[in-house]
């Protein structure tokens, strides 16, 4: 069956300027990872859901970045006012928590670079 | 301290030979390893899990897990160039089935023919 999916697959904007990064999870999938991977660095955890119980948004570096999942599904994280040190590759995940122990299935990642 | 810690490579293997990598991490109370491997560009791909002690294997894999040493590792048997890839180490703190992954910061490997 089809994986996750991300789109832009890259993005340029210039430094201030607000972005969306869209994510669409494996069908069927209730839980939904956001990561971001700079240059050099590991991956970084921004953001979980989990069906309908609220997020863990323990990652998120600044009040700059928010995600939402609409009807359990697609996700988008939003960067306000985008800084040079956004710049990563941003990773979504999904899985299925119905397993014993859930394997987080990634998406081809975001690209984004801020000037 | 990091949370969790790879060999920092990078590892160059002759084709053929074994590959070990090791990982360490610091929330004794994890219950969950995972190996996954990037390929330069691309996202992560699962190689294995584990989360019981002892070996785990799939083919030219192992995963080793010893909780009370805070140690995980991945062996790579008869190793190929196609192989080439960074590693990464990630692990599931607490006792849930789920959540988020924390990641090691990856090791390099390259298997030269």
């Known amino acids: 069956g089809a994986g996750v999916s991300q789109s832009p697959s890259n993005k340029v904007t210039e430094k201030g300027k607000d972005v969306e990064l869209r994510c669409d999870p494996i069908?069927?999938?209730?839980?939904l990872y956001w990561y971001r991977q700079s240059l050099g660095q590991g991956l970084e955890f921004l953001i979980y859901f989990q069906g309908n119980s609220a997020p863990d948004k323990s990652g998120l570096p600044s009040d700059r970045f928010s995600a939402e999942r609409t009807g359990g599904s697609v996700s988008t994280l939003t960067i306000q006012r985008t800084q040079q040190e956004d710049s990563a590759v941003y990773l979504c995940?999904?899985?299925?928590?119905?397993?014993?122990?859930?394997?987080?299935?990634f998406g081809p990642g975001t690209r984004l670079l801020v000037l | 301290q990091k949370e969790v810690e790879q060999n920092s490579g990078p590892l160059s293997v002759p084709e053929g030979a074994i590959a070990s990598l090791n990982c360490t991490y610091s929330?004794?109370?994890?219950?969950?390893f995972f190996w996954y491997r990037q390929y330069s560009g691309k996202s992560p791909e699962l190689i294995m899990s584990i989360y019981s002690n002892g070996d785990k294997e799939d083919g030219r894999f192992t995963a080793q897990l010893n909780k009370a040493s805070q140690y995980v590792s991945l062996l790579i048997r008869d190793s190929q160039p196609s192989d080439s890839a960074t590693y990464l180490c990630?692990?599931?703190?607490?006792?849930?089935?789920?959540?988020?992954?924390?990641f090691g910061q990856g090791t390099i490997l390259t298997v030269h023919p």
């Open positions: 929330d004794r109370g994890s219950q969950s």
């Open positions: 995940a999904s899985s299925s928590p119905r397993t014993v122990q859930e394997t987080q299935y």
């Open positions: 069908s069927g999938h209730t839980a």
């Open positions: 990630a692990v599931r703190a607490g006792g849930t089935s789920y959540g988020k992954l924390t």
